[in-house]
């Protein structure tokens, strides 16, 4: 392991000797932007190197990577202003998700069937830099970045994913933050409405020759549309700083440089629970929470600190390294568990799922009936985490005669940490209220540390001769995953009864994507590359593996522009968890576990049309996008711990729809525009199945209808008016992390932007 940390450093040094930066030649301005996804063609691939902070950096980009990806450009965020991550990938295709509390502070994300439990299975970045609490020792997004502060989300779902780890199974996000400006700029902006919703941001940043900066600060908060039985909130409060600084040389010295460092700090305060409702309960009111989760909060704090240097040697060759530092606490003081007149403990999600057997602890849950001392049981899920690492990426590009040469190298060391130090408060329901009745010791229920040590190194190589575009790569992956549990005695942490393991997994990911241009207006791209997912500590246990395949068509025909992409992966081992936010016991033991081999195909399409494009004075885009997910298990296996339960071969998996599409049309009109978008979710499995799903077992599908409306009062001054659940539909999203859950009502919601 020494040798190849040394291996990977001496590697950076060398390739500081030689390199360069260069943004996009086609990150075109806000207004350029406004109608591009409907007016982009499929040109030529031209030589575009962009920051290392950024994936695609433009819907051209994206129309022509020879792996499928999608871009979400600061317009698109601006349509209907959501801060909810999960409105905003609805339209994406080939993403899964399933909701939960109904704001998006923690998404669970599936991208082409991954297990989309928080998130856990794909690589999620800011700024190029894996942002999860702790990517590789505990990747299941506990923090998660607020869209409502993004100028753009990049998704690469395809081929030539060798750039992006730790997890290739399924797809990579990336969140780039407000970019520094190039000249003097200040913004402030509110929306409020609904439920006591407001979302405030305020920003400025200036540049001269030699420095820049931005400063940026967000709010967004909720009184929550739940109804509480008793005392306490249903709703959140969220903020966010943060800052970048750069200098960087002279226009005219011999080589350019940059050092930026980027400052973001979040914390949260919500009171957001586990407990659910039963099937019975949701039906009658599906916005009532029990009055048993009238103590459940969220506190959470995160640091989050890069240090960037670009060297540019020449306008062929670039390098940028990233030094990058993440600290992430949180308590999430929860109703966990109900101790019955025996003194046996049983658990919220098996309570809800079965009430009829728990009657009297349902009970207690719902506060229509005192219970014992110490009946119900709120555990303090007390977690500090950390991430941090060094990366560096090499950029060289040349011409032999007509063929383009590109070469990518990026090297990173990484460590991650998650400490649980975690431990029950009682209390008894007296009247419908909560009173505490006894604390165990902190540290009492869980005290361990996991841990994860990554060198990571990949080589990608795009080779262009005439319409055709080639890019073969490699990653590499080596990864010592541990843990040390000192017990629920040895509260101090002295050792006495430590016990401690280990488990290292050392991977090769190739991959290899192509894009042949038939004409400029038709062209296909496909590739292959293997998925690689860390395992967990328990020794001997196996990364999550697949064969991931597809092939795609990019087209532009009488002004019709689209896709059409069918994939394939071929699971040989997936991950399974028993999370307790995935409907599990939580068990300390073991977090996840090797599941059986699967299967997932399917279909994404879409195509987009301006209806007025004759039109000089008026648009009107229209877009549609549907997926088609098969997702299947392929071996018989037992995971009791896990929501999965007993599979057999051929189970769908749960969560995983198999249908779901979105429809968006807007109308620009001089300083007005107006946007509407429907989105439809096919019924989902709460449990592993075939044939029919029963309806213990079933979320049924989900239409949504939101709009949105801008005016631009002065060339400074705008207004919005946005709206969210127009039909306002009453519809379930899950049964996990415990009973049903709803999404949000009908909101809507006023608002300015000012601009200087």
């Keep these: 392991m020494k040798k190849v940390i040394c291996f990977g450093f001496i590697l950076v040094a060398i390739l500081q000797l030689n390199a360069q930066d260069q943004d996009s030649p086609n990150n075109q301005s806000g207004d350029e932007f406004l109608n591009q996804w409907a007016n982009d063609s499929i040109e030529n691939l031209e030589d575009i190197i962009i920051s290392a902070s950024k994936m695609l950096g433009s819907k051209f980009e994206a129309r022509n990577r020879t792996g499928s990806a999608y871009y979400i450009s600061p317009e698109d965020l601006k349509k209907h202003n959501y801060f909810n991550i999960d409105r905003v990938l609805g339209e994406v295709p080939g993403v899964n998700l399933y909701e939960e509390d109904g704001f998006g502070l923690r998404p669970n994300i599936s991208i082409r069937g991954t297990n989309p439990e928080r998130s856990r299975n794909i690589t999620l970045m800011e700024d190029g830099v894996l942002i999860a609490p702790a990517p590789y020792a505990a990747p299941p997004a506990y923090y998660f970045p607020n869209v409502a ?159 960037t240097h670009n060297f540019q040697f020449n306008e062929n060759t670039q390098i940028t390294t990233t030094a990058y530092n993440t600290e992430f606490s949180r308590n999430w003081f929860k109703l966990d568990r109900v101790t019955n007149i025996d003194g046996n403990d049983i658990s919220i999600s098996q309570i809800l799922e079965t009430p009829n057997l728990f009657p009297e602890m349902m009970s207690w849950i719902n506060g229509s009936a005192d219970s014992p001392d110490d009946a119900l049981r709120n555990k303090n899920n007390n977690r500090v985490y950390y991430s941090r690492g060094i990366q560096t990426k090499f950029d060289h590009h040349f011409y032999t005669g007509d063929i383009f040469h590109d070469i990518e190298v990026g090297f990173r060391y990484h460590r991650d940490e998650a400490d649980r130090f975690q431990w029950y408060e009682n209390y008894r329901m007296l009247d419908g209220r909560m009173s505490l009745t006894s604390a165990e010791a902190p540290g009492s229920e869980s005290n361990r540390i996991d841990e994860a040590e990554a060198i990571s190194a990949h080589f990608l190589y795009k080779l262009k001769i005439n319409d055709l575009t080639i890019t073969p790569g490699m990653r590499y992956e080596n990864v010592t995953m541990g843990r040390r549990n000192w017990g629920t005695s040895d509260l101090d942490r002295t050792g006495v009864d430590l016990s401690s393991r280990e488990n290292s997994v050392a991977q090769f990911i190739p991959g290899i994507g192509a894009n042949y241009k038939v004409t400029n207006q038709f062209s296909f791209f496909g590739g292959a590359h293997k998925g690689f997912g860390p395992p967990g500590s328990e020794e001997g246990q196996d990364p999550e593996e697949s064969i991931n395949l597809e092939l795609g068509t990019r087209f532009d025909f009488l002004g019709f522009q689209g896709e059409l992409i069918g994939f394939y992966n071929d699971y040989t081992t997936m991950l399974g968890s028993n999370a307790a936010a995935g409907g599990g016991p939580g068990a300390d033991d073991l977090d996840v576990f090797n599941a059986g081999a699967a299967l997932i195909k399917g279909i994404e399409f879409q195509i987009a049309y301006d209806v007025l494009e004759s039109n000089s004075k008026l648009s009107m885009p229209i877009h549609f996008s549907y997926t088609y997910t098969d997702a299947r298990f392929n071996t018989d296996f037992e995971a009791p711990r896990s929501i999965w339960g007993n599979v057999q071969s051929g189970d769908f998996m749960p969560y995983i729809a198999k249908h779901q599409w979105n429809t968006g049309i807007s109308l620009y009109a001089g300083k007005f525009s107006a946007h509407a978008n429907a989105r439809f979710r096919d019924e989902l499995r709460t449990l592993p199945g075939q044939g029919s799903i029963p309806a213990n077992e079933s979320i049924e599908s989900m239409f949504l209808m939101d709009a949105s409306a801008q005016y631009q009062l002065t060339p400074k001054l705008a207004i919005s008016l946005n709206a969210i659940n127009l039909l306002n539909n009453e519809y379930p999203v899950a049964t996990v992390p415990a009973g049903l859950r709803p999404g949000h009502p009908f909101g809507i919601y006023a608002g300015f932007r000012l601009t200087l």
């Design 149 to 307: 502060r993004m100028q753009a989300v990049e998704i690469l779902k395809g081929s030539s994913q060798v750039q992006y780890g730790s997890f290739t199974t399924g797809g990579a996000i990336n969140f780039v933050s407000t970019e520094i400006p190039d000249e003097f700029k200040a913004e402030i902006g509110a929306t409020y409405g609904s439920f006591g919703t407001a979302n405030s941001i305020a920003r400025f940043g200036d540049s001269s020759e030699q420095f820049g900066y931005v400063i940026e600060y967000l709010n967004n908060r909720s009184t929550g549309f739940k109804e509480l039985d008793g005392p306490g909130g249903t709703g959140f409060n969220r903020d966010d700083i943060m800052a970048k600084f750069r200098v960087n040389s002279k226009a005219d010295a011999r080589f350019q440089q940059s050092l930026q460092l980027k400052f973001q700090y979040a914390r949260e305060n919500s009171d957001e629970t586990y407990l659910g409702l039963t099937r019975e309960d949701f039906n009658s009111n599906p916005f009532r929470r029990y009055a048993a989760s009238q103590e459940d909060k969220m506190i959470t704090e995160n640091r989050h600190i890069t240090l």
